[in-house]
């Protein structure tokens, strides 16, 4: 690991930090679906659901999509007309893994952090654009960059915005990700790009999150300062009931940058559907938080009501908006994946 004067552009100090995702935004960045291999015969289906998230969002924020070029007309026709566009090269369509993530100083200045983004492990191949992507749309919002040499994306971390992050294990301890670093000197690396003090380390993602090697943003993720809300699973025989005890079991004994216990809010709900002949599961805990409202995915399904009860009473005062998210879902994510913040100026 470089020692910080050598991979920093911008030094983080303590008045640095990265923002909780219920602070204000300045607007929300979504890349268009554009890896034609991925989506396979609900290509169209897939873009139909994105643009349902940028319509729903677009009520609370404002909206950036990024999109190849020549693509733009697909993305006028399919979204509101106050869905901006941006034209620039991307492979893929998973913004909050390969977009930057924004830190900001006490004094309301911002910098965006550039991890090296490898493909979830190579797994997708060509990625270059979307290696490039951070660096190329912080220039395009004149934000100062911040490059760090840990592979790692914005899925596989959670935050409190008062210096507790959590993660997994399956995901950065990887050896598809940073094989020649220890969990210590992750640690440490999220504590100086990211501005945190304590990293609570989980064990696993989802079972079936074959494709990230088990982000956070699937089973456990931060509702305010010394509350998450955590995917639990009732049925024994399911291999998620096993992982998620594991979890939880790590998340009861956690404390945070505080000294607090962490409060768990248990959402029990985990909804299997097939598409494709292929057996998926929708992820509750992957939903995204904008101004005033939750963006949760759904999966058409009976438990739906209850997620979103759920998740309603761990957000007094928000609205709760549901978007169908089956075939985002049958790609590998939900609406956390497919969207990234940029936090505002104060």
């Known amino acids: 690991m470089p020692e910080a004067a050598d991979h920093l552009n911008t030094a983080i100090r303590s008045d640095w930090r990265m923002p909780a995702e219920w602070e204000a935004h300045e607007r929300t960045v979504i890349a268009w679906p554009t890896r034609a ?13 994105y643009a349902a998230t940028a319509n729903a969002i677009v009520d609370f924020e404002p909206v950036t999509m990024i999109v190849a070029p020549g693509q733009a007309a697909e993305v ?5 007309s106050a869905v901006d566009t941006l034209e620039l090269p991307i492979d893929d369509s998973w ?36 290696a490039a992507i951070a660096g190329r749309l912080l220039e395009r919002l004149g934000i100062d960059r911040i490059d760090s040499p840990l592979v790692c994306e914005g899925g596989a971390i959670t935050v409190d915005g008062e210096g507790t992050l959590i993660t997994t294990e399956q995901c950065l301890a990887n ?38 090697d088990g982000h956070v943003d699937g ?14 699973c009732d049925d024994p025989k399911n291999p998620n009931f096993v992982l998620m005890e594991e979890n939880l079991e790590i998340l009861r004994t956690a404390r945070d940058a505080k000294g607090r216990p962490i409060e768990i809010i248990a959402l029990p709900q985990l909804p ?31 438990c739906d009501s209850d997620a979103l009860a759920i998740i309603g009473s761990a957000f007094p005062g928000l609205d709760i908006v549901g978007v169908s998210s089956r075939v985002i879902a049958y790609g590998g994510g939900g609406m956390h994946c497919i969207t990234q913040q940029i936090p505002g100026l104060k």
């Open 37 to 49: 291999s991925l989506w396979g015969p609900y290509a169209e289906r897939a873009k139909a659901e």
């Open 76 to 80: 006028t026709s399919g979204c509101s």
């Open 95 to 130: 913004i909050r893994d390969s977009g930057p993530i924004i830190v900001t100083s006490a004094d309301g200045r911002r910098s965006g952090v550039n991890f090296v983004f490898n493909s979830w492990g190579e797994k997708f191949l060509p990625y270059d654009n979307d």
């Open 175 to 212: 050896h598809n990700r940073n094989p020649l670093l220890s969990r210590d000197q992750i640690d440490e690396e999220l504590r100086l790009t990211l501005g945190v003090r304590k990293v609570v380390w989980l064990k696993w993602g989802g079972y079936e999150d074959a494709h990230t």
């Open 219 to 232: 089973v456990c993720t931060y509702v305010r300062p010394g509350v998450v809300i955590a995917q639990t």
């Open 272 to 302: 299997y559907i097939e598409l494709d002949g292929t057996e998926v599961v929708v992820s509750y805990p992957n939903f995204y938080v904008v101004n005033g409202a939750v963006i949760v995915p759904t999966a058409d399904a009976p």
